[in-house]
């Protein structure tokens, strides 16, 4: 079974940095490929960045590619989100979902009903 616990949230300035965790307390995380999602108020939740299971390639939302960097460590069944430069645009609960399902390409993982399984999210605030 799966089950996600995201940590590292917080309050940072405009041009800061945080490393959001997201944890597998369950039995593994061997198969899923891992994205996050963010939701401000107010808005839908979107996709920011996905790592695959297999191969450990990413791909990235354009408002945050070049400045956010997804990677993983299977073997204590964890996944990063390095957030650099961050905007107060960035400003919103972000999610780390786990999916077991396979899609050739990287559309199928930018939408949330890929994921069955969520974290309770991290507020992340940007302050200008």
């Known amino acids: 079974q799966v089950q996600l616990v995201e940590s590292g949230g917080g309050l940072v300035q405009a041009g800061g940095s945080l490393r959001l965790s997201c944890i597998n307390s369950g039995r593994t995380f061997s198969g899923y490929s891992v994205g996050w999602f963010r939701q401000a108020p107010g808005k839908e939740r979107e996709f920011v960045a996905y790592?695959?299971?297999?191969?450990?390639?990413?791909h990235y939302a354009d408002s945050v590619k070049g400045r956010f960097t997804i990677s993983r460590d299977n073997a204590k069944k964890m996944v990063y989100l390095q957030t650099n430069s961050l905007k107060p645009e960035d400003t919103a609960v972000y999610y780390c979902?786990?999916?077991?399902?396979?899609?050739?390409?990287?559309?199928?993982?930018?939408?949330?009903?890929?994921?069955?399984?969520w974290g309770q999210g991290t507020q992340v605030t940007v302050s200008s």
């Open positions: 979902a786990a999916s077991d399902v396979y899609y050739s390409d990287n559309s199928g993982y930018t939408t949330p009903r890929t994921y069955a399984y």
């Open positions: 790592i695959r299971w297999s191969g450990g390639s990413t």
